[in-house]
C-alpha cells in the first residue's frame, strides 16, 4: 500500500506568495492531520479532519492558514500570505477510524522555505 | 507548563552502551503514551508503545509511571543505527490527537 503522500517535498518562496501544501492519505484512513515542526516550538497540531469534516483547528496560527479537504483522498493546506516564520516542515498524518498513536501514519513532510 | 517536557540532549554515547531518556507530560488524564523515533530530516515513525505494566522490545525498554507523570526509555547495547530523535508522545484518549515532546536527541558514536 502506499502511504501517506505529500507534495511538494521541498519549497523556497517568497514572502506575500501563496503556498499550497497537498496531502493524499492512505486509502481507508477517516483521520488526517496536518502537524508543522520547527526546531523552536517541535510538532504542533495545526488542524485534523474526521471523514472529511474539519474537528479542530485550534492549532491554526492564524488567519493566513487555511485548510480543507473537499474528498477522502485529498486535503490541502495553504498559507496566504506567507511570511519568514512560516519556514517549517508541514507534516500531513493520517489514521484508521479508532485513533490511536499506533496506527498513524505520517507523510515525509514538505519543507517550506520563505524568503 | 508544556504539556510533554523532554531533554532536548544530545546525548552523545559510545556504541555498546545504555541510554535511558524520560519526558513528563502535565495532563494527569492522559491514557495513552508512545515514542516515536525520528530520523533527521524524515518523518517521525512508531518505535512503541507504552504500558502501564512496562514493556520491552529487544534492546528497548519502555516505562510509564502514573503517579509522577512520567515516561522512561532505556536503549540498551546502543547501536550507531539508534542515532536519531526520540520522540515522547501523549493522547488523552483514544480518539484524540497526540501530542508530541520536541524530542531528545541520541548521537551513538562509534
Known amino acids: 500500500d502506499a502511504g501517506v503522500i505529500q507534495s511538494p517535498r521541498h519549497e523556497v518562496t517568497e514572502m506575500g506568495q501563496e503556498v499550497t501544501l497537498r496531502c493524499k492519505p492512505i486509502s481507508g484512513h477517516d483521520y488526517l492531520f496536518w502537524y508543522r515542526q520547527t526546531m523552536m516550538r517541535g510538532l504542533e497540531l495545526l488542524i485534523y479532519f474526521n471523514n472529511n469534516v474539519p474537528i479542530d483547528d485550534s492549532g491554526m496560527p492564524e488567519d493566513r492558514f487555511s485548510a480543507k479537504m473537499p474528498n477522502a483522498s485529498f486535503s490541502n493546506l495553504k498559507i496566504q500570505p506567507s511570511e519568514p516564520r512560516d519556514s517549517a516542515v508541514y507534516f500531513c498524518?493520517?489514521?484508521?477510524?479508532?485513533?490511536?498513536?499506533?496506527?498513524?501514519?505520517f507523510g515525509e513532510g514538505s519543507w517550506l522555505t520563505v524568503v | 507548563r508544556k504539556e510533554v517536557e523532554q531533554d532536548p540532549g544530545p546525548f552523545n554515547v559510545p556504541e555498546g552502551a545504555t541510554v535511558a531518556f524520560n519526558c513528563t507530560y502535565s495532563?494527569?488524564?492522559?491514557?495513552?503514551f508512545f515514542w516515536y523515533r525520528q530520523d533527521c530530516r524524515k518523518e517521525p515513525k512508531l518505535l512503541m508503545s507504552?504500558?502501564?505494566s512496562g514493556n520491552e522490545d529487544g534492546r528497548f525498554t519502555a516505562q510509564l509511571n502514573r503517579a509522577s507523570q512520567y515516561i522512561s526509555l532505556l536503549i540498551r547495547d546502543s547501536k550507531l543505527s539508534d542515532s536519531a530523535t526520540y520522540l515522547c508522545?501523549?493522547?488523552?484518549?483514544?480518539?484524540?490527537?497526540?501530542?508530541f515532546g520536541k524530542g531528545t536527541r541520541l548521537s551513538v558514536i562509534a
Open positions: 495532563n494527569s488524564a492522559s491514557q495513552s
Open positions: 507504552v504500558y502501564s
Open positions: 498524518a493520517s489514521s484508521r477510524r479508532v485513533f490511536s498513536g499506533n496506527t498513524i501514519y
Open positions: 508522545v501523549v493522547s488523552l484518549s483514544g480518539n484524540t490527537p497526540l501530542v
